[in-house]
């Protein structure tokens, strides 16, 4: 079975601090997909990055960077000086092969509270 | 249209009764995915829709819950006879290939008293 394990519940940084989250994933795929969204008080789910099995490559988007390592099946996401507006509940989520398409499996959340 | 759009945004309910809940997918996309998210715990995946076929529907929790979708747009969800337990967040996403990436709707929030 495919799962996604989120281990930190909860994070709390002062702004300014760097912050990672960490994803660790389970799949027998061998092309798979991985996924972070953010989820702030509003409700709606923010899409983020999504990277292919065939991708280890880091990638970094301004304050935020992505660290894929198939080796140990993790998919870390790390914010660089931190602020108040990054506060949110952020997921990992994996695709998964079904029957006739694919659906997405994601963690539990990470809740990440910036204070100022 | 320009976004994913869940209707209502909120439903209060009394237990027993039925509900439905719509999602308006992006235009084009024909993949269409409806997620559970309950108080503080994570999205729980329910059904998808490709066109207007739901290939696999082992997420549905109870023979309670359904799902529709009409001329691959517009998607319905029903609870019959709501219980308690279906207090939730009910959260809709479209894509034209699941492993794009979703967008999510701002989701519909039930609460069954």
């Known amino acids: 079975a495919q799962k996604v394990t989120q281990a930190q519940t909860e994070i709390s940084v002062v702004e300014k601090e760097d912050v990672t989250l960490d994803c660790v994933y389970e799949?027998?795929?061998?092309?798979?997909?991985l996924f972070w969204y953010k989820q702030p008080p509003s409700g709606e789910l923010v899409f983020l990055i999504r990277r292919n099995s065939f991708d280890e490559q880091n990638e970094i988007s301004g304050r935020y960077s992505w660290n894929f390592q198939k080796s140990t099946s993790s998919f870390n996401f790390t914010i660089t000086a931190s602020q108040v507006v990054d506060s949110a509940v952020y997921f990992c989520a994996l695709s998964e092969a079904r029957r006739g398409g694919t659906a997405l499996i994601f963690g539990k959340g990470t809740t990440l509270s910036v204070s100022s | 249209g320009a976004g994913v759009s869940q209707s209502p945004s909120n439903k209060v309910t009394e237990k027993g009764k039925d509900v439905e809940l719509r999602c308006d997918p992006i235009s084009g996309h024909t993949a269409l995915y409806w997620y559970r998210q309950s108080l503080g715990q994570g999205l729980e995946f329910l059904i998808y829709f490709q066109g207007n076929s739901a290939p696999d529907k082992s997420g549905l929790p109870s023979d309670r819950f359904s799902a529709e979708r009409t001329g691959g747009s517009v998607s319905t969800l029903t609870i019959q006879r709501t219980q308690q337990e279906d207090s939730a967040v009910y959260l809709c996403?479209?894509?034209?290939?699941?492993?794009?990436?979703?967008?999510f709707g701002s989701g519909t929030r039930l609460t069954v008293v």
């Open positions: 996403a479209s894509s034209s290939t699941g492993a794009h990436g979703y967008t």
């Open positions: 799949t027998r795929d061998t092309t798979y997909y």
